[in-house]
């Protein structure tokens, strides 16, 4: 059973650099054909990918937050990170790492964890 767990601050000052890490157990970031997204839900908004390292490190990141982001990894810790710079109030989510399968779907996630930016 695969599972992934976010960790960071929850709390973070406009303009600074969010900074996210997820563990993940029962699998490794470097099997074969998986995705490792970053996924991030506003309040009373819908889900919005961010971004995904590929199982050979390879990033792919939306349009929308390409300038600001960056996704790496730690293949002997088996987790990946988030940084997202220069954040704003509306950067204010819960945000979700999550695996992309062979099915063409997100089948695992972790619990979420809230971030949010204040001044």
């Known amino acids: 059973q695969v599972q992934l767990q976010e960790s960071g601050p929850g709390l973070v000052k406009p303009s600074q650099t969010l900074s996210l890490i997820c563990t993940v157990s029962g699998g490794s970031i470097t099997t074969n054909s998986y995705y490792w997204s970053w996924i991030r839900q506003p309040p009373g908004k819908g889900l919005e990918w961010i971004g995904h390292?590929?199982?050979?490190?390879?990033?792919y990141y939306s349009p929308s937050l390409k300038s600001r982001t960056s996704i790496s990894r730690d293949t002997s810790k088996n987790q990946f990170t988030l940084q997202l710079s220069s954040v704003t109030p509306e950067d204010t989510a819960v945000y979700y790492c999550?695996?992309?399968?062979?099915?063409?779907?997100?089948?695992?996630w972790g619990q979420g964890t809230q971030v949010t930016v204040y001044s």
């Open positions: 390292i590929r199982y050979d490190g390879g990033t």
């Open positions: 999550a695996r992309y399968g062979r099915g063409y779907t997100w089948d695992y």
